[in-house]
């Protein structure tokens, strides 16, 4: 036998567990067994075990033992060793996400309203988290423009842009970009727990954990800079931070090309306020979720508004987090999408920008 490869261990105050990263399959292991199974790395018989440690006894006792941490997963029978497993490259870290956060346990009268009766109790013992952030600095007021457009030719239309027009972008355009994707549109009041946001994008529970922090590069009437969207508010708040071409391309994974776009998005998630109501890891998956709800629909705005749109997960969220002053414990970058004007000839331009067009560009 020897250890599963893809076990993960770690420690709860009281107990050390073990989690097959690749199963999902989650079990307590006595603190005295960790050293054996660190150490069994490679195939070992439980006799050969019992002869180099008598400490754990005759040969049938290690074989016993061994047969019950088989059965939980922990050890590998030689002979039904499993091949190769699909999650190989993404092991540990996302496969012990993946199936750790699989099939949640849910109420089996999901209309019963004790968990409200919970969270209602909570809340006069800790007020939930503020729902949009309100943050110091100068603010400026931001005029928008209304979107047209049908709905069928907008999400016909949305493509990625790797290119963009010389035009700096209107600030009523980006006022309407952020209104639409990541304003507050109403308040809703849950008795006795207080005020959740709504805004265009559902969110997990209405908590509405993302906030927009905008990178401005050529922008009509705003200087280049890093902004806060205040959401309630509808303004944006001056950060009085500098982001040059060179960190913001060493935070992009050197796409200098959306360096030539009017502005760039950062959303991060105060997770506090997805905690507070869900206090268990599955919720991540909502965080992950809401910031691909937002996205899509700054990119179709975007569109609407004949702009150029982009995503992008390439990038570093410690640079980032730097560049916008948040400490990527409490919140942390979690998506980035920008948009500039449309350049001429209105085309946009999938894959990666050939090398031979990147000088033309300049
Ligand atoms: C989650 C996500 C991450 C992406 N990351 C990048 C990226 O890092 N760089 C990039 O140039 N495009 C990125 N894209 C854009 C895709 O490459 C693009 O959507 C795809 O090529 C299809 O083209 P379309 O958006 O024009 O339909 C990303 C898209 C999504 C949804």
Request: hydrophobic share 40%.
């Amino acid at each position: 036998m020897k250890r599963s490869p893809a076990l993960v261990l770690y420690w709860t105050p009281k107990s050390t567990v073990a989690l097959d990263s690749q199963t999902g399959r989650r079990t307590p292991l006595a603190h005295e067994l960790v050293p054996y199974v660190v150490a069994l790395t490679e195939w070992t018989s439980p006799a050969d075990v019992a002869s180099r440690h008598p400490d754990l006894g005759a040969a049938g006792d290690v074989e016993a033992l061994f047969e019950g941490l088989a059965q939980r997963g922990i050890f590998q029978r030689e002979d039904d060793a499993p091949s190769a497993s699909p999650w190989a490259d993404w092991s540990p870290e996302a496969a012990f996400f993946h199936f750790g956060t699989r099939d949640g346990r849910y109420a089996k009268h999901p209309e019963s309203d004790a968990y409200d009766v919970t969270l209602r109790a909570k809340a006069r013992q800790v007020p939930q988290p503020a729902p949009t952030k309100l943050m110091s600095g100068p603010t400026l007021d931001l005029p928008t423009c209304a979107v047209q457009g049908s709905l069928a030719d907008t999400l016909a239309t949305r493509r990625t842009w790797r290119r963009f027009g010389r035009r700096a972008l209107p600030l009523p355009a980006l006022a309407t970009l952020l209104h639409e994707t990541f304003a507050v549109q109403r308040w809703g009041m849950v008795p006795g727990q207080g005020r959740v946001a709504l805004k265009t994008s559902p969110s997990g529970g209405a908590r509405h954990a993302i906030e927009a922090y905008v990178i401005t590069l050529r922008v009509d009437g705003l200087k280049n800079g890093v902004f806060h969207y205040d959401a309630a508010r509808k303004c944006l708040v001056d950060r009085q931070r500098v982001a040059t071409p060179g960190q913001l391309a060493a935070a992009l994974a050197h796409q200098r090309y959306f360096l030539r776009a009017a502005a760039l998005v950062v959303m991060t998630a105060v997770f506090a306020r997805a905690m507070w109501r869900y206090p268990y890891s599955r919720a991540y998956r909502s965080i992950l979720t809401e910031t691909g709800h937002l996205g899509q629909t700054f990119c179709l705005a975007a569109t609407a508004l004949q702009l150029a749109p982009f995503c992008t997960m390439a990038f570093r969220e410690t640079d980032l987090e730097m560049l916008l002053g948040v400490d990527g414990i409490n919140e942390s970058a979690m998506y980035v999408v920008g948009v500039g004007t449309r350049p001429a000839g209105n085309v946009e331009q999938p894959g990666r920008i050939p090398q031979r067009l990147r000088h033309a560009e300049r």
